[in-house]
């Protein structure tokens, strides 16, 4: 299994889509380059992403994760698995849910600066993932914003993550950078400062390394978008490795996903007489709460 590198800068609307079907529809996963978010403002969100995890443990503990209704904080190595049951995640997060809209008070975020910085980035992410909707609702003929209507941004989170380096992996290897699992909404957007460590698991049970292209960004469908689609589009499992070498791992992830109240019920097109409705279905906050209890236990 490949990657499919996909370049948004060539190509019209329909032969993007055509492409973007393909890799959806096989792999869940895409790169792509050209998406139109100026390099400034994604180097600027790693800077800042590196020098609030540079800080000392004291300091990080000032904006700790709460609770996963407010989905915004800091956490550190261990607090979260990814796949549950399994040893806590060798990382560190911020996660920024809502960051524009945001009411949390002043004293829940760093500093001005990671403020505006993280608030220019989810509005640039979200520029790119509604163009991305747009694409998607087009494979399969429905109104150009019929997902991108369902986002008003209740559940759309930027995380900011940090693999630190030199780790040691607890219980004979069990222990992961990030805990094998799918991602839960619509589609993430995800930026990689170079160093690899992602991998997307095959239809044979294989991993398969994501390498890290400078300029690009991974991108990939999550459950909802599988359920709505009766599985044409797919949420595939994906991990990172544990960081055991002497390299810092950043990356940083957008989640695009619908609002709560958005039920999400298999599209008709989706369905041919030989399969049936796979999926019951579930309002996206009811999926995105157990999904988040489940890895936050
Ligand atoms: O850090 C990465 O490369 C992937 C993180 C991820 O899959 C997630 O947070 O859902
Ligand atoms: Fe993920």
Not at 75 to 81: N, Y
Not at 153 to 162: D, P, Q, S
Not at 229 to 250: A, C, I, L, W
């Amino acid at each position: 299994m490949e990657i499919p590198l996909i370049d948004f800068s060539s190509g019209s609307d329909e032969e993007l889509a055509a492409q973007l079907a393909y890799a959806m529809g096989e792999v869940g996963f895409m790169t792509v380059t050209n998406i139109g978010i100026p390099t400034e403002i994604i180097d600027a969100i790693f800077r800042v992403s590196s020098q609030f995890f540079e800080r000392d443990t004291d300091y990080k503990h000032q904006y700790l994760y709460r609770n996963v209704s407010e989905n915004f904080g800091y956490q550190g190595v261990g607090m979260e698995s990814l796949e549950p049951g399994k040893p806590g995640d060798l990382k560190e997060t911020f996660t920024l849910r809502l960051a524009p809209g945001s009411d949390l008070g002043e004293d829940r975020w760093p500093s001005e600066a990671f403020r505006s910085t993280a608030q220019n980035f989810y509005n640039e992410c979200l520029g790119a993932a509604t163009r991305i909707m747009r694409l998607m609702a087009r494979v399969f003929e429905l109104p150009e914003d019929f997902f991108s209507a369902t986002v008003g941004g209740e559940n759309v989170a930027l995380r900011l993550l940090f693999y630190p380096r030199e780790q040691q992996v607890a219980d004979g290897g069990e222990q992961l950078g990030a805990g094998a699992h799918t991602d839960y909404g619509i589609l993430t957007l995800l930026f990689q400062s170079g160093v690899g460590g992602l991998e997307v698991r095959d239809g044979n049970g294989q991993w398969i390394p994501v390498p890290s292209i400078p300029g690009s960004v991974v991108i990939n469908t999550g459950d909802l978008m599988h359920r709505w689609t009766n599985g044409h589009f797919r949420s595939t499992e994906h991990r990172v490795k544990p960081m055991t070498s002497t390299q810092d791992r950043y990356s940083v992830a957008f989640f695009v996903d619908p609002d709560s109240q958005t039920l999400i019920e298999v599209l008709p097109q989706c369905v041919d007489e030989s399969e049936g409705v796979t999926y019951p279905p579930i309002t996206a906050g009811e999926h995105i709460r157990q999904k988040l209890q489940r890895s936050h236990n």
